[in-house]
T-cell receptor
Framework: SQQGEEDPQALSIQEGENATMNCSYK?????LQWYRQNSGRGLVHLIL?????REKHSGRLRVTLDTSKKSSSLLITASRAADTASYFC??????????????FGQGTTLQVKP | DADVTQTPRNRITKTGKRIMLECSQT?????MYWYRQDPGLGLRLIYY???????NKGEISDGYSVSRQAQAKFSLSLESAIPNQTALYFC??????????????FGDGTRLSIL
């Protein structure tokens, strides 16, 4: 069963605008991770936020985590055409650290128009 | 060279055929995973392995088998392929050091079509 539900499923913006993607999940977690997938390629890890963290930054990426609402958001600021990709959240369920398992959402497809 | 290499990248085959997808890694990670990706369903875990002697079923293991030949090699087999196994297949690895579930590192996938 899928843990993460992502919203929106698709997003189209102009270059320079900000893009926000949301992820909701069902069970308690160790951490939550965001990945990017370019067309025809494998997933690439972007950022990891632990369950005791509320916000994390990496370059133009800002991730928030609200464990009380079981939700996370990924904000990409000043988007570029090269940010066009699918973005996935992945949750590490509580108690799964000995397996390393992640549960992936269905993803948000982002198109950034030049 | 890529850290996680999958072969073949594309494969078209017929129903009932046996197929093996291969994955090799140079990252030195103990944990390896096989996923399938279908449109609108995200990634679903097929099998995972902690080391050569440890193989575990994932969410959707029926119709699949795996072999961990060495720390660096993890292959996925479809014993008798059926059309609903048409999908994009990914291999991934992760480290065991550090706290909690570590980031996973993915190959570029195998696009498998079963006619």
């Amino acid at each position: 069963s899928q843990q993460g539900e992502e919203d929106p499923q698709a997003l189209s913006i102009q270059e320079g605008e900000n893009a926000t993607m949301n992820c909701s999940y069902k069970t308690s977690i160790n951490n939550l991770q965001w990945y990017r997938q370019n067309s025809g390629r494998g997933l690439v890890h972007l950022i990891l936020i632990r369950s005791n963290e509320r916000e994390k930054h990496s370059g133009r990426l800002r991730v928030t985590l609200d464990t009380s609402k079981k939700s996370s958001s990924l904000l990409i600021t000043a988007s570029r055409a090269a940010d066009t990709a699918s973005y996935f959240c992945a949750t590490a369920p509580l108690g799964s650290s000995n397996t390393g398992k992640l549960i992936f959402g269905q993803g948000t497809t982002l198109q950034v128009k030049p | 060279d890529a850290d996680v290499t999958q072969t073949p990248r594309n494969r078209i085959t017929k129903t009932g055929k046996r197929i093996m997808l291969e994955c090799s890694q140079t990252k030195g990670h103990d944990r390896m995973y096989w996923y399938r990706q279908d449109p609108g369903l995200g990634l679903r875990l097929i099998y995972y392995s902690f080391d050569v002697k440890d193989i575990n079923k994932g969410e959707i293991s029926d119709g699949y088998s795996v072999s961990r030949q060495a720390q660096a090699k993890f292959s996925l087999s479809l014993e008798s392929a059926i059309p609903n196994q048409t999908a994009l297949y990914f291999c991934a690895t992760s480290d065991t050091t550090g706290y909690g579930n570590q980031p996973q590192h993915f190959g570029d996938g195998t696009r498998l079509s079963i006619l």
